[in-house]
């Protein structure tokens, strides 16, 4: 246990109104990078939320740089709406994203996530529980799934190619970034998924993706990465989708899923239009 997590668990055995104590996220993720970089997940489940006093709580662990606070969010499909959010960044770079919860929610919390467990409760209700990141695990797509992301993937990298004809710099960087990549990333996270039986978690914002895609595939997606004028942006398109046939094909094999018949004739409109640029 951390001196921060410590000093996080003395505060809620001194405050009567905090019945509970929950860890969550990479906190319980063993495949999780251990550095100083590493948020601290924790949820203070109350007997009633108006106590909480957020500067006396952060005192205790140092002077807060920045922090956010959100209310009434419902994080983990939780009955109530109830929750009040303080992520924190503090002076000596710790990072805690605190959460305060009516003890009402505790039961959900825990079957909606399998990376949270309570550590300390008041009564000794919850006992300990292993942890591991099945509930964020993909597995293979649906039918329909993979229609859906291959239809919006085919017909949003079509207003990228309008973008590019009309010189329009940002928007066709922006219909890239924020409609197409999205669909390749998907498409890409599948293609690893749909041949592991236990399914494979990508992590937030698909950190985990790159160690588990061949080398080549790799090396071919940082490139379209680079973006920075319209002739990289061409590029960029032109090796978006070569992997995303990649990435359908690989699916198509492990999955017996069929490839809508309408992307042949797209395919030829697309390559038209990128050739004419």
């Not at 990228?160 to 710099?169: D, I």
């Amino acid at each position: 246990m951390t001196d921060d997590l410590t000093t996080i668990l003395k505060y809620a055995q001194n405050h009567d109104f905090i019945q509970a104590v929950g860890t969550e996220g990479s906190t319980n993720d063993a495949h999780a990078i251990d550095d100083s970089w590493q948020d601290l997940d924790v949820t203070y489940f109350v007997s009633d939320v108006d106590p909480f006093n957020f500067y006396d709580w952060a005192q205790g662990l140092g002077v807060p740089t920045i922090y956010q606070h959100s209310s009434h969010l419902n994080l983990f499909h939780t009955p109530s709406s109830d929750w009040q959010t303080y992520l924190v960044q503090f002076v000596n770079n710790a990072r805690v994203d605190l959460k305060i919860a009516p003890i009402g929610d505790i039961t959900a919390y825990l079957a909606n996530d399998s990376l949270n467990k309570i550590i300390w409760s008041r009564d000794a209700a919850f006992p300990q529980r292993a942890t591991d990141d099945h509930t964020h695990r993909q597995s293979a797509p649906t039918q329909e799934q993979f229609n859906a992301v291959l239809n919006e993937f085919y017909w949003c990298i079509g207003n990228v190619g309008k973008g590019l004809a009309r010189g329009q710099f940002l928007y066709a960087n922006e219909m890239n970034n924020q409609h197409v990549r999205p669909q390749l990333l998907q498409l890409l996270t599948w293609s690893v998924a749909s041949g592991r039986p236990e399914g494979f978690n990508p992590g937030a914002y698909d950190k985990y993706l790159l160690e588990a895609l061949p080398k080549n595939i790799v090396v071919k997606l940082a490139r379209t990465y680079r973006t920075d004028s319209l002739k990289h942006l061409k590029s960029c398109v032109m090796i978006e989708g070569t992997l995303t046939i990649w990435a359908q094909q690989q699916i198509v094999q492990k999955t017996h899923l069929a490839i809508p018949q309408y992307l042949s004739n797209r395919l030829r409109q697309l390559d038209d239009w990128i050739n004419r640029l």
